[in-house]
């Protein structure tokens, strides 16, 4: 258990953490983060045959999660660009206590008794020691809210618990990740704290309307970003807002960037109605940005 209270600390009761990594990988990452252990049979190594049910229901709740978007990640570059290169960390439930319409769209093999992925993060490491680029962040949370499961368990907060205790576990420092302005994903990134953009605009990325994004990691961010309610992270004022669909602003402020000017998103969109609108804040020279990727 955490030794620190958070909103959604019924879910570390009702799942159970597990580690995707290669053997190489595991040596360097913390199996204990914040104090919540990872058992032993709960790392899968992906070079197993063994590992393969498993690593297919991951793929299924990949798709659960980013099929409805149109972005579900092909077989390969999971294994190519994830489970090799980084790792993946998540919560999941035994097979004997997964739930029966949970149990359907899993498609879940018979006689199969191991675990079954409700949650994952996956990062990969990049050049600069400490540094990661977040991959793909899924939960089952929107999943349940679409098939009205709440009542068989609330999961409100799942996202930001997992990727708080992945990013411990993966002992990353400086953090870069990559999401569309309309994502809701977006709403968990900023409990980290101000997100420092490096890109606004992205035509590099199959979804141009895609923003970069980074941060220094701290036990505090993590630890808010889980839903600790004694820390309070600073955040600058907003100094204008970007509408999530106005692409002209988007190339507006990509065009700022480059000049050389910082800006950070400080705190969560706001909605009213179809709206989306994003918070932009300025940085100066005394809230310096953090190093680019």
Same mark, same amino acid.
């Given at each position: 258990?955490?030794?620190?209270?958070?909103?959604? /600390?019924?879910?570390?009761?009702?799942?159970?953490?597990?580690?995707?990594?290669?053997?190489?990988?595991?040596?360097?990452?913390?199996?204990?983060?914040?104090?919540?252990?990872?058992?032993?049979?709960?790392?899968?190594?992906?070079?197993?045959?063994?590992?393969?049910?498993? &690593?297919?229901?991951?793929?299924?709740?990949?798709?659960?999660?980013?099929?409805?978007?149109?972005?579900?990640?092909?077989?390969?570059?999971?294994?190519?660009?994830?489970?090799?290169?980084?790792?993946?960390?998540?919560?999941?439930?035994?097979?004997?206590?997964?739930?029966?319409?949970?149990?359907?769209?899993?498609?879940?093999?018979?006689?199969?008794?191991?675990?079954?992925?409700?949650?994952?993060?996956?990062?990969?490491?990049?050049?600069?020691?400490?540094?990661?680029?977040?991959?793909?962040?899924?939960?089952?949370?929107?999943?349940?809210?679409? &098939?009205?499961?709440?009542?068989? &368990?609330?999961?409100? /907060?799942?996202?930001?618990?997992?990727? /708080?205790?992945?990013?411990?576990?993966?002992?990353?420092?400086?953090?870069?990740?990559?999401?569309?302005?309309?994502?809701?994903?977006?709403?968990?990134?900023?409990?980290?704290?101000?997100?420092?953009?490096?890109?606004?605009?992205?035509?590099?990325?199959?979804?141009?309307?895609?923003?970069?994004?980074?941060?220094?990691?701290?036990?505090?961010?993590?630890?808010?970003?889980?839903?600790?309610?004694?820390?309070?992270?600073?955040?600058?004022?907003?100094?204008?807002?970007?509408?999530?669909?106005?692409?002209?602003?988007?190339?507006?402020?990509?065009?700022?960037?480059?000049?050389?000017?910082?800006?950070?998103?400080?705190?969560?969109?706001?909605?009213?109605?179809?709206?989306?609108?994003?918070?932009?804040?300025? &940085?100066?020279?005394?809230?310096?940005?953090?190093?680019?990727?």
């Amino acid at each position: 258990m955490l030794p620190f209270a958070i909103k959604g /600390g019924h879910l570390l009761q009702e799942l159970v953490p597990y580690v995707v990594a290669t053997p190489n990988n595991l040596a360097h990452l913390d199996l204990q983060p914040f104090g919540v252990a990872v058992q032993p049979e709960h790392v899968i190594d992906p070079l197993r045959l063994d590992s393969a049910i498993f &690593l297919d229901l991951l793929h299924k709740l990949d798709g659960l999660t980013f099929g409805p978007e149109g972005m579900p990640m092909p077989k390969w570059v999971f294994y190519d660009c994830a489970e090799v290169p980084g790792a993946i960390y998540g919560l999941a439930r035994p097979a004997a206590q997964i739930w029966p319409r949970v149990r359907e769209l899993f498609k879940i093999p018979q006689g199969y008794e191991g675990l079954v992925p409700v949650s994952m993060y996956v990062a990969i490491p990049m050049q600069r020691q400490g540094t990661w680029f977040g991959h793909n962040l899924s939960s089952l949370a929107p999943v349940f809210r679409r &098939l009205d499961l709440l009542d068989e &368990l609330d999961l409100a /907060g799942l996202g930001s618990l997992t990727k /708080g205790l992945a990013l411990k576990c993966f002992g990353v420092r400086q953090f870069w990740g990559a999401t569309q302005w309309l994502s809701k994903a977006l709403y968990i990134h900023v409990k980290f704290g101000p997100l420092d953009l490096q890109t606004a605009y992205t035509p590099a990325h199959s979804e141009h309307e895609t923003l970069t994004y980074g941060f220094a990691v701290t036990d505090d961010k993590l630890r808010s970003s889980m839903g600790d309610l004694t820390i309070d992270l600073p955040r600058p004022p907003v100094d204008f807002w970007v509408d999530g669909s106005d692409v002209a602003a988007m190339i507006a402020l990509q065009d700022r960037i480059e000049a050389g000017e910082h800006f950070c998103i400080p705190s969560a969109p706001r909605r009213s109605g179809e709206l989306v609108q994003v918070p932009i804040a300025r &940085l100066t020279a005394a809230d310096p940005p953090a190093r680019a990727p």
